[in-house]
């Protein structure tokens, strides 16, 4: 039997809705609930029930990217509060994190100018490092504190560190090409 298909996506999976996650757990509810509703399953049914199929599936995939994701899975659990994490008016961001954006920028500018890989190597360490002082400190907003507002935040800030790893990434292509 399928669940609801307007359970959260937490439920779909038969997880808490926290934002520690058991990420094998996840893959395991994911495969398991994907072997139930793949539509290769109803190729022989007829097409509604092929459409129902193709619909759950999909629902079940997108569960799936949400829950994965620590900054999707912070926002949609945020969601689940009535809190909308990228509305426009929730912008504002300290001072001290927008500065901190502009100095891992302009280090990364001045990386790709002179093409230097050790440089570029320190700068996304301490990205990545303090990528997970943030997802910690989410985690503590999000699962013992019930701080909506401060996880608000949060993932925020943690959405402008993913674009600067992105923008990293692409550096290093750039750089060994």
């Known amino acids: 039997m399928l669940p609801d298909f307007k359970a959260s996506h937490f439920e779909l999976f038969g997880l808490p809705a926290t934002f520690q996650l058991d990420l094998p757990a996840l893959e395991q509810a994911y495969r398991s609930l994907q072997a139930q509703v793949h539509p ?14 193709m619909q759950w599936s999909t629902r079940v995939n997108e569960a799936w990217q949400v829950l994965r994701s620590p900054i999707s899975r912070a926002a949609y659990l945020l ?11 929730h912008a504002a961001l300290p001072a001290a ?10 280090a990364i500018g001045e990386a790709r100018a002179n093409r230097n890989s050790d ?7 301490e990205i990545r490092s303090a990528g997970k002082r943030w997802q910690a400190r989410l985690a503590d907003e ?9 996880a608000a935040q949060t993932v ?5 560190v993913e674009k600067i790893q992105e923008e990293i990434d692409t550096l290093w292509s750039e750089l060994e090409s």
């Open 119 to 125: 440089a570029l190597q320190r700068i996304e360490d």
């Open 40 to 53: 290769d399953k109803f190729a022989h049914l007829p097409e509604a029930e092929q459409r129902l199929s």
């Open 156 to 160: 925020r800030q943690l959405k402008f």
């Open 142 to 150: 999000l699962d013992r504190l019930h701080d909506e507002q401060a």
């Open 79 to 89: 969601s689940l509060q009535g809190v909308n994490v990228f509305a426009p008016g």
């Open 97 to 106: 994190f927008l500065m901190q954006q502009i100095e891992w920028r302009e």
